[in-house]
C-alpha cells in the first residue's frame, strides 16, 4: 500500500468514526427543537445579509466583526442538522444520502436565486441612478463586502434547507 | 421509489406505501436502536419508516424482512395494512 493510500484510509477511518459521533451526538439536542432551528436560520439569514451592510456603510472593522456572529449562526446550524449536509456516502444511509442529495438541490436553487436578484437590484440601482455614471469600487472593503456574504451562501446554503426542511417537516407533524 | 424526506413516500403514480414495520419490531421486543443497527441505518430512519414517511430502497426492504422474519408482501403494501389483532387473553 503506498503512502497516499495509508493517508487516505486513515482519513476515512477518523472522517467514518468521527461522523458516527456526531450522528449519535445528543448534546446539542436544544438546538434540534422547530423553535431553536427556526431560531438559528432567522439568525443565519440576518446575519449573512448584514455583512455587506456592515462593510460598506461602517467599513473594515465592522466588516469584520460582522463575520463573527454569522460564523457562529451557521456553526450552530451545522451542529443542529449533525452535518448530514457535509458528510460523505459512506457515513449516511439511504434515506440520509437522499435528502443530502435533495438538500443540495434546494441550497443551488437558493443561491442561484439570491445571487440572481442580487445582481438584478445592482443592474436596476446602476439604470435608475439620478446622478451620473456608477461607478465600482475595487477596494478592500467592496470586494468584502461581496466576498463574505458570498462565502457564508455557498457554506451555509446546504445545512439553512436542510434546518429549514426540518422546521416545516416537524410543524407538519 | 424514493421519495423527499418528510413527504408521503408515494409511487411513481402517486401512491402510498403502507408498512407495518413498528408493529412487527414490537412484537419481537427489538428497540428502534437494535433494529437500526441490524438493517443499517441510524435510528432516525427507523422512525421515517415506521412512520411510512420514507420508503426504503428494495435492498433496505429485503434486509427489514429477513430481520423481522417476514416477506416483504406481509410487511408492504399499497393498500391500507389491517391493524395487527391484540393477543387473547388466556380464560
Known sequence: MSRWSQIAERNRATVAQNAERVLADTSYDRFRTPRALSMLVVAFVVTTAMMPICWLAWGSLAGVASIFPCLAAFLLMRVAVRSQADLPDEVLDERMRAERDSVYVGAFRLVAAVVFVAVNAAFIAVAFRDEGEATITFDYDSVSAVFWPLLALLLGAPSLVLAFRQVRERAAG | ?91
Not at chain 2, 406505501?17 to 438493517?39: C, K, M, P, T, W
Not at chain 2, 421515517?48 to 416483504?72: D, K
Open chain 2, 1 to 91: 421509489m424514493l421519495s423527499f424526506v418528510g413527504r408521503k413516500p408515494k409511487t411513481a403514480d402517486g401512491e402510498q406505501v403502507y408498512n407495518r414495520i413498528l408493529a412487527a419490531r414490537e412484537e419481537r421486543g427489538l428497540s428502534r436502536q437494535d433494529f437500526a443497527d441490524a438493517i443499517g441505518v441510524h435510528y432516525q430512519t427507523v422512525g421515517y419508516l415506521e412512520r411510512g414517511e420514507y420508503s426504503p430502497s428494495l435492498v433496505l426492504a429485503l434486509r427489514i424482512s429477513r430481520v423481522l422474519g417476514l416477506t416483504v408482501e406481509a410487511l408492504f403494501s399499497l393498500d391500507p395494512l389491517p391493524r395487527p389483532e391484540p393477543p387473547q387473553r388466556p380464560s
